[in-house]
């Protein structure tokens, strides 16, 4: 289910990201800020998996707090369920499965983003989507190496149209435009020049006063300047660009020297697209006007400019860069809320496609795999003797969270849901199967395609179990400079 937040300033936000939801929520307990600081240690190393790993974590302190009133001591449960953790991450190990994907066989990617698609507000066209995070993915990864720079990858938004207009573009889209009307609107075959430096007459370091008493001293400093202007752009013309893009501002009369010498350029571009422009495009960035060469420019096979329905909204469009590895997604919305829901889904489903990149176990979703290790430590717990064994056994009753909350928030009466699964687990060893939330007829995700990488549920396993491991050794809470 989706949640509405509504900030001070009476901003909505419209998300069911984890991590998004607890960081725009107004939070004073301490307790809680931990749980806030999770997510965003589950979002920043996995990318996918926030809400769940908060949910564990949960239902863990709950499990705890039911431990603690019987008498156990807070050091024993959280011994007990750092076993409960390890036993259910050795688990995994005997549960994984392995999907072989190459440039030619795309499937098992693009099933595993739709998984972390589905239930997002664009599930409605998470197969486009899909596809088009793990293009975007592949499109920058260094599969030798399995490494992936999602730095490499932008996503960007612009209101109106549809979601099913969203598309990759191999190139770079920047929310610009040209600088000048009248200029032309599309180069082909652009020869860029990225420049870091302003379109202006260079300025004094310390402060001094210019007195101009005549006229004639007036028209010599305009002179000056003109001929700074003039310089520059020869500069530039000399060296074969077609296209200035330049990192700061500049004012009219450069405008109009680089109308009149038919030179189309975009100023103001953000320190992060000039980056990305010069990967593409194979530019070196040129801090100052003594430094433009003509083999310091970057090569694009056409740069446009796109304008949007009847608004005056418009964006430069690279594309054929020479360079294919910086690529971005262009996300279209109805309004600014479902753009950047939209983004935030793509992050996930590009964060989990990366994850498959660089290690492609998978288990299976629809609480199949939480239910498995719950009937695992079950009989773990079994061979315990010491106290510990009723912290491990409130660990596996504690991993029935996750597909009791699916089971709900898919209209299921959760405890018969989950009851019956555990039965066919238990008396099929069949560990594929969980919460059927679609209504598909088949208990069994591995026919659903319901998949997720193994290293964001040992990720949610150890994440979970250290934080309320931690909360559990917290005896007082003393304000720092009081007594």
């Not at 928030?409 to 699964?421: K, R, T, Y």
Request: glycine letters at 6%; proline letters at 3%; hydrophobic letters at 40%.
């Amino acid at each position: 289910m989706d949640k509405m937040l509504v900030s001070p300033d009476g901003d909505i936000t419209i998300t069911n990201d984890g991590a998004t939801i607890l960081d725009n929520m107004e939070i004073s307990d301490q307790i809680a800020k931990l749980m806030v600081d999770l997510s965003k240690s589950q979002d920043d190393e996995i990318g996918d998996g926030t809400t769940s790993v908060v949910v564990l974590a949960g239902a863990l302190l709950e499990q705890a707090g039911n431990l603690l009133e019987r008498g156990i001591p807070p050091l024993r449960i959280a011994k007990g369920f750092e076993m409960g953790a390890q036993i259910a991450v050795e688990h995994l190990n005997h549960i994984k499965d392995v999907i072989n994907f190459s440039k030619d066989n795309l499937e098992p990617l693009i099933e595993v983003a739709m998984t972390s698609l589905g239930s997002k507000i664009v599930n409605k066209i998470k197969r486009q989507l899909a596809e088009i995070c793990v293009k975007a993915v592949l499109a920058v990864a260094d599969i030798d190496r399995k490494d992936v720079n999602l730095d490499l990858i932008k996503v960007s938004g612009k209101e109106g149209g549809r979601l099913e207009d969203t598309a990759l573009v191999d190139g770079i889209v920047i929310d610009k435009e040209m600088s000048h009307p009248q200029m032309t609107k599309q180069v082909t075959d652009a020869k860029i020049c990225l420049l870091t430096c302003p379109f202006e007459p260079p300025k004094p370091k310390s402060s001094i006063d210019t007195i101009i008493s005549s006229k004639e001293d007036y028209e010599k400093l305009s002179k000056i300047e003109q001929d700074f202007f003039k310089d520059m752009v020869k500069k530039v013309k000399d060296s074969g660009a077609t296209l200035v893009l330049c990192q700061w501002g500049f004012d009219d009369e450069a405008n109009h020297l680089l109308l009149a010498n038919d030179l189309p350029a975009v100023r103001w571009v953000g320190g992060v697209d000039v980056e990305l422009i010069a990967i593409a495009t194979g530019a070196r960035i040129v801090p100052r006007f003594e430094d433009i060469k003509s083999e310091k420019l970057g090569k694009a096979g056409k740069v446009y400019e796109k304008a949007f329905g009847t608004t005056k909204d418009r964006v430069v469009v690279i594309e054929g860069c020479q360079n294919t590895r910086a690529v971005t997604i262009f996300v279209r919305g109805g309004n600014k809320m479902i753009i950047e829901e939209a983004k935030r889904s793509i992050h996930d489903a590009l964060c989990v496609v990366r994850n498959l990149v660089r290690d492609n176990r998978v288990v299976y979703g629809g609480g199949s795999t939480e239910i498995s290790c719950s009937l695992a430590v079950s009989q773990a717990a079994d061979k315990i003797s010491s106290v510990e064994q009723y912290a491990v056994r409130a660990y596996a009753d504690a991993l029935d969270a996750i597909p009791v909350a699916l089971a709900e928030n898919s209209g299921l009466s959760a405890i018969e849901a989950l009851s019956e699964v555990k039965s066919m687990q238990g008396s099929q060893k069949n560990h594929r199967l969980g919460i059927d939330c679609m209504n598909k007829g088949t208990f069994d995700m591995k026919q659903q395609m319901v998949i997720d990488p193994l290293i964001s549920k040992q990720q949610q396993f150890l994440l979970s179990s250290q934080v309320v491991k931690m909360i559990l050794k917290i005896d007082d809470v003393i304000k720092q400079g009081t007594m």
